[in-house]
């Protein structure tokens, strides 16, 4: 009993790690102020001077509420220093927030002047990544290590071919891109699997997917004329946007169809030979592909919930908003589709084949 109770109290303790980590973060994060050139104050005194609602020409309602903060200033030659300004906000939220007492804010100084330019947010940020840290450390041990040095090592890569692509004028931007593709997953597969067949086969076959689905989304965009396919409406983009349309499909898709193909290979290298490797193979991508389609059509589509909110509140009807806003949402979930879908029996097929004995 005492033994069990022992137990119990230990794994309260290890699985309380993230929150003392989070509480520690943020509770230094607050006093790390010196850390900045910029001037940061922290609100001693609020008071409310003014609230108004506001109405626009479409009938969208919100109240601005304008109000007088004073605040000690916590950093630079004027530490503690009280200063003096007007702050004012929108109900909504949508591009500022209420101060209170406690609050801390970035501030710019104007001859005599103080003016507020933003929240000091760094505490809850830095907290919570912390938390996550420490719990995908507790969840994954080991493995942690190695995943989180493929991701330092794809965003290195990233940095570089951007910093190559910024250089050349977007000259082989695709063929740039779609080797960083192929890159990311060997990197990835070789990290998280190890040198083995598991990774040679998720590899090959995640960059085959997703190619082959690449190639028959283009075939059908090109087909169709690319119907109600605005590619004009990529975001800040002024040259090349079919190319960066196909470049943002295959960095999007890439994941799941990586994960897809790891979950069938290690299934399938882990059968004994009397069983129908290819067949189990099958069984197993026809129930992951569902989610995994689920889930890239909720990011891309999550990606422009936002303004398409913002569409409908101006007056554009449903159907304008889905074509201009959420149509290469869409369009970008099918070709995503369609690699996920095909990932299936070929990772099957090549998890099956490299399998058998003699095969290595």
């Given at each position: 009993m005492?033994?069990?109770?022992?137990?119990?109290?230990s794994?309260?303790?290890k699985?309380?790690?993230?929150?003392?980590v989070f509480?520690?973060?943020f509770?230094?994060?607050?006093w790390?102020?010196?850390?900045?050139?910029?001037p940061?104050g922290?609100?001693?005194?609020v008071?409310?001077t003014?609230t108004?609602?506001?109405?626009?020409?479409l009938?969208?309602r919100d109240?601005?509420?304008r109000?007088a903060?004073t605040?000690?200033?916590?950093n630079?030659?004027?530490?503690?220093?009280?200063?003096?300004?007007n702050h004012?906000?929108v109900r909504s939220g949508?591009?500022d927030s209420r101060l209170?007492v406690?609050?801390q804010?970035f501030?710019?100084q104007q001859?005599?002047?103080?003016?507020l330019?933003?929240?000091?947010?760094d505490?809850i940020?830095?907290?919570?990544?912390?938390?996550?840290?420490?719990?995908?450390?507790?969840i994954?041990?080991?493995?942690?290590v190695?995943?989180?040095?493929?991701?330092?090592?794809n965003i290195g890569?990233l940095?570089?071919?951007l910093?190559v692509?910024?250089n050349?004028h977007?000259?082989?931007?695709?063929?740039l891109f779609?080797g960083?593709?192929v890159?990311?997953t060997v990197?990835t597969?070789l990290f998280v699997l190890?040198?083995s067949r598991s990774a040679?086969?998720?590899?090959?076959?995640?960059?085959?997917?997703?190619a082959a689905g690449?190639?028959l989304g283009?075939?059908?965009?090109?087909?169709t004329?690319?119907?109600?396919l605005?590619l004009?409406a990529?975001?800040?983009?002024?040259q090349?946007?079919?190319?960066?349309?196909?470049?943002?499909i295959i960095?999007?898709?890439?994941?799941?169809?990586f994960d897809?193909?790891?979950?069938?290979?290690?299934?399938v290298i882990?059968?004994?030979?009397?069983?129908?490797r290819?067949?189990?193979?099958?069984?197993?991508?026809?129930?992951?592909?569902g989610p995994?389609?689920?889930v890239?059509f909720?990011?891309?589509?999550?990606?422009?919930?936002t303004?398409?909110?913002?569409?409908?509140?101006?007056?554009?009807?449903i159907?304008?908003?889905?074509?201009?806003?959420?149509?290469?949402?869409?369009?970008?979930?099918l070709?995503s589709?369609f690699?996920?879908?095909l990932a299936v029996?070929?990772?099957?097929?090549?998890?099956?084949f490299?399998?058998?004995?003699?095969r290595?």
């Amino acid at each position: 009993m005492n033994r069990f109770y022992g137990k119990t109290i230990s794994a309260k303790v290890k699985w309380g790690l993230p929150l003392l980590v989070f509480a520690v973060i943020f509770g230094l994060a607050r006093w790390d102020a010196g850390l900045y050139r910029q001037p940061i104050g922290q609100v001693t005194a609020v008071r409310t001077t003014q609230t108004r609602a506001i109405t626009d020409n479409l009938g969208n309602r919100d109240r601005t509420t304008r109000q007088a903060v004073t605040a000690r200033l916590l950093n630079t030659e004027a530490r503690g220093r009280v200063v003096h300004f007007n702050h004012t906000s929108v109900r909504s939220g949508a591009m500022d927030s209420r101060l209170q007492v406690g609050s801390q804010v970035f501030l710019s100084q104007q001859n005599s002047r103080f003016v507020l330019l933003n929240r000091k947010r760094d505490g809850i940020v830095l907290a919570l990544f912390g938390f996550a840290v420490a719990l995908l450390v507790l969840i994954m041990r080991r493995r942690f290590v190695m995943t989180a040095l493929s991701i330092l090592a794809n965003i290195g890569l990233l940095l570089l071919v951007l910093r190559v692509d910024f250089n050349s004028h977007q000259v082989a931007a695709f063929g740039l891109f779609a080797g960083l593709a192929v890159t990311f997953t060997v990197v990835t597969a070789l990290f998280v699997l190890g040198v083995s067949r598991s990774a040679a086969i998720a590899a090959t076959a995640t960059i085959g997917a997703t190619a082959a689905g690449v190639a028959l989304g283009y075939a059908v965009f090109h087909l169709t004329g690319y119907k109600d396919l605005h590619l004009e409406a990529v975001k800040y983009v002024t040259q090349a946007p079919q190319l960066l349309f196909f470049v943002q499909i295959i960095i999007g898709s890439l994941g799941a169809v990586f994960d897809e193909c790891t979950d069938i290979t290690a299934a399938v290298i882990e059968l004994p030979p009397t069983q129908n490797r290819f067949t189990a193979g099958m069984a197993i991508g026809r129930s992951v592909m569902g989610p995994l389609i689920a889930v890239l059509f909720m990011i891309f589509i999550a990606e422009t919930f936002t303004e398409s909110v913002l569409w409908l509140r101006n007056g554009n009807s449903i159907a304008q908003t889905v074509i201009w806003v959420m149509g290469l949402g869409f369009a970008q979930s099918l070709v995503s589709a369609f690699g996920i879908v095909l990932a299936v029996p070929l990772t099957s097929g090549l998890a099956t084949f490299l399998a058998k004995e003699g095969r290595a």
